[in-house]
C-alpha cells in the first residue's frame, strides 16, 4: 500500500506543543488546528499584529543566505523558521490542510527529530475530507547537482514512491552512510521520523559564532567530535542519512501536491532540495497546463477539464456526465468529478417529486471516467471505448440535486481490444455505487 491518500485530510481537533528553539532560543508555544480542504499549511503569527498568515509553499521560501542551516518560509518580512521537522510529519501522516498557529518566530527543536510532532497529530487525530489530493507522476527524469559540492537529487519514474540517499562527508562515521525507504506502511513513523538532527562539532562552534544554535544541547543535537557522538547515543547504525531523508521529506511537502516517483540524493541538504522543488514545482505546472489546454493530456498530466474532456470522448450535452479529471495516471487510475445539479435532464422524469440519480447513470458516469482512462494514451487515443459488460454492481445511497460525485477508476486488466477496471462512486467520502466495467477498445 502506497502511504499517499487520494483524498486530503486535516486533524479532528487542536492540539498544542511547547519547546525552545533549535537556532533562536527562544521559548515558543505551537497549536495545530483543524483547517478545510484546499487550504494547505498555514503558520499564523499570533505574536504579530493583525495575526499574518504565511503559507508553507515553496513560492514562499525565506533565501537560504538569510536563514542558513534550515527551512524558513515568509512574506513582507514576517518568518517562520525550521519547519522542516512539522513538515515532515504532517507529510508522512497524509495532513494536508492545517493551521499552525505559533507565538514565536521559529518552531520547537523537541528532541531534534519528528517523534514529538507525529505523537502530538496522531493524538489530535486524523479527518479524512472530501476533496481530491493533487499527485504528480514522475514521467522522465528531473534532477539538479552541485558539481563543486558533488550533490546530486533526482526524481526517476517508479510506481511508487522511494527515496533514497547516499551521505558522505569528511568524518569518521559519515564516510559513507546509505538510507532508503518504500513509503509504506508506517515507514515514516518507524524508521524515518525518529532520527535527530546533528553537526560536525567544529560546525556547531561556527553556528554559535553567527549567533544561532542558542536552543541546541547534546541532548537535541548529535554532536560528533573526532572521537564520535559527544554525550548521546545513536538511534540508528546510519541515522544521519536518515534524518537527511526526514529533512529532505519536509522540504518537498512544500510543493503542496504528493509526489510519486524514486527520488534519489547524494549528500543533498536544503540548498539543493530548494532547488529541487522549485524545478519539481515547474515540471507539475507545465503537465497541468498542458492538460487544460490545447491537444490531449501529456504524459504526467494531472488534470483535465470539459475541453480536454470532450477532445477524448465522443460523449456531448446532455450525455456527457464527467465534469472534471482531477487525477490521473495513464492506463491505471483516474479521478473525476461529476456535479450533480437539478438542471440535470433525468431528473425531469425520474422521481420529479422527489429527485434521485439514476442508478445507470452513476455507472454510467463511471464509465465516462473510464474512457478517459482506458483512451488517453498514445496507443489508443485513435479508439471508441464500448460497454461489453458490467459485473458486480452494487448501489449503496442514493444521489440527489446538490451532491458532488467523485468517480474512482483503476484499471484491473487491460490488453490492445479489451480493458477490464474497477469503478466506485462516492458523495461525502461514502461510496453511493461500484462496479466492474469491461471495454471493448474498437477502432475509431
Known amino acids: 500500500m502506497n502511504t499517499r491518500v487520494t483524498h486530503q485530510q486535516t486533524i479532528n481537533k487542536?492540539?498544542?506543543i511547547k519547546g525552545v528553539g533549535l537556532h533562536t532560543g527562544q521559548e515558543v508555544t505551537l497549536t495545530l488546528k483543524p483547517a478545510p480542504p484546499r487550504t494547505g499549511v498555514q503558520f499564523v503569527r499570533t505574536d504579530l499584529p493583525n495575526r499574518p498568515v504565511i503559507p508553507a509553499l515553496v513560492e514562499n521560501l525565506v533565501d537560504l543566505s538569510q536563514?542558513?542551516?534550515?527551512?524558513?518560509?515568509?512574506?513582507?518580512?514576517?518568518?517562520?523558521?525550521?519547519?522542516?521537522?512539522?513538515?515532515a510529519s504532517l507529510w508522512g501522516l497524509n495532513i494536508h490542510n492545517v493551521f499552525v498557529e505559533i507565538n514565536a518566530e521559529?518552531?520547537?527543536?523537541?528532541?531534534?527529530?519528528?517523534v514529538p510532532f507525529v505523537q502530538a497529530l496522531r493524538d489530535a487525530g486524523i479527518n479524512p475530507q472530501t476533496a481530491p489530493a493533487t499527485t504528480f507522476y514522475a514521467r522522465e527524469p528531473i534532477w539538479v547537482e552541485d558539481s563543486a559540492r558533488r550533490c546530486f537529487?533526482?526524481?526517476?519514474?517508479?510506481?511508487?514512491?522511494?527515496?533514497?540517499?547516499?551521505?558522505?562527508?569528511?568524518?569518521?562515521?559519515?564516510?559513507?552512510?546509505?538510507?532508503?525507504?518504500?513509503?509504506?506502511?508506517?515507514v515514516f513513523e518507524s524508521d524515518i521520523a525518529p532520527s535527530r538532527t546533528f553537526c560536525l562539532q567544529r560546525e556547531a562552534d561556527e553556528l554559535r559564532k553567527l549567533g544561532l544554535g542558542k536552543g541546541a544541547t547534546y541532548e537535541n543535537t548529535l554532536v560528533l567530535g573526532n572521537d564520535g557522538v559527544i554525550d548521546n547515543n545513536l538511534r540508528f547504525e546510519n541515522e544521519f542519512a536518515r534524518h537527511k531523508v526526514l529533512d529532505l521529506l519536509g522540504d518537498l511537502s512544500l510543493l503542496g501536491f504528493n509526489?510519486?516517483?524514486?527520488?534519489?540524493?547524494?549528500?543533498?541538504?536544503?540548498?539543493?532540495?530548494?532547488?529541487?522543488?522549485?524545478?519539481?514545482a515547474s515540471a507539475h505546472k507545465r503537465s497541468r497546463d498542458a492538460a487544460l489546454y490545447p491537444g490531449k493530456a501529456q504524459p504526467g498530466a494531472t488534470a483535465m477539464d470539459i475541453n480536454v474532456?470532450?477532445?477524448?470522448?465522443?460523449?456531448?450535452?446532455?450525455?456527457?456526465?464527467?465534469?472534471?479529471?482531477?487525477?490521473?495516471?495513464?492506463?491505471?487510475r483516474a479521478v473525476g468529478i461529476k456535479n450533480v445539479t437539478i438542471n440535470d435532464n433525468f431528473f425531469a422524469g425520474h422521481f420529479p417529486g422527489r429527485p434521485v440519480m439514476p442508478g445507470v447513470m452513476i455507472i454510467e458516469a463511471l464509465a465516462q471516467v473510464a474512457g478517459v482512462l482506458l483512451l488517453n494514451s498514445a496507443e489508443n487515443s485513435?479508439?471508441?471505448?464500448?460497454?461489453?459488460?458490467?459485473?458486480?454492481?452494487?448501489?449503496?445511497?442514493?444521489?440527489?440535486?446538490?451532491?458532488?460525485?467523485?468517480?474512482?477508476?483503476?484499471?484491473?486488466?487491460?490488453?490492445?481490444?479489451?480493458?477490464?477496471?474497477?469503478?466506485?462512486?462516492?458523495?461525502?467520502?461514502?461510496?453511493?455505487?461500484?462496479?466492474?466495467?469491461?471495454?471493448?477498445?474498437?477502432?475509431?
Request: charged residues 20%; proline residues 6%.
Open 259 to 280: 509526489l510519486v516517483g524514486h527520488i534519489v540524493a547524494i549528500r543533498s541538504g536544503h540548498p539543493l532540495n530548494i532547488q529541487f522543488i522549485q524545478k519539481v
Open 106 to 114: 521559529e518552531l520547537p527543536g523537541m528532541d531534534g527529530s519528528a
Open 153 to 186: 537529487l533526482a526524481v526517476l519514474p517508479s510506481s511508487e514512491l522511494r527515496v533514497s540517499y547516499m551521505l558522505s562527508y569528511d568524518h569518521p562515521l559519515l564516510h559513507a552512510q546509505y538510507a532508503s525507504f518504500g513509503l509504506s506502511n508506517g
Open 382 to 444: 485513435k479508439k471508441f471505448a464500448y460497454f461489453a459488460s458490467v459485473s458486480k454492481g452494487k448501489f449503496r445511497r442514493t444521489v440527489v440535486p446538490g451532491d458532488q460525485l467523485f468517480l474512482e477508476v483503476d484499471v484491473l486488466k487491460i490488453r490492445p481490444r479489451t480493458g477490464l477496471v474497477y469503478g466506485k462512486a462516492l458523495v461525502d467520502g461514502k461510496v453511493v455505487a461500484e462496479a466492474e466495467l469491461m471495454f471493448s477498445l474498437v477502432d475509431g
Open 309 to 332: 474532456i470532450k477532445r477524448i470522448l465522443p460523449h456531448r450535452y446532455p450525455f456527457l456526465l464527467v465534469d472534471r479529471i482531477t487525477e490521473i495516471d495513464p492506463l491505471k
Open 14 to 16: 487542536p492540539v498544542s
Open 67 to 87: 536563514s542558513p542551516r534550515r527551512t524558513s518560509v515568509g512574506i513582507n518580512g514576517v518568518e517562520i523558521h525550521t519547519i522542516e521537522h512539522l513538515m
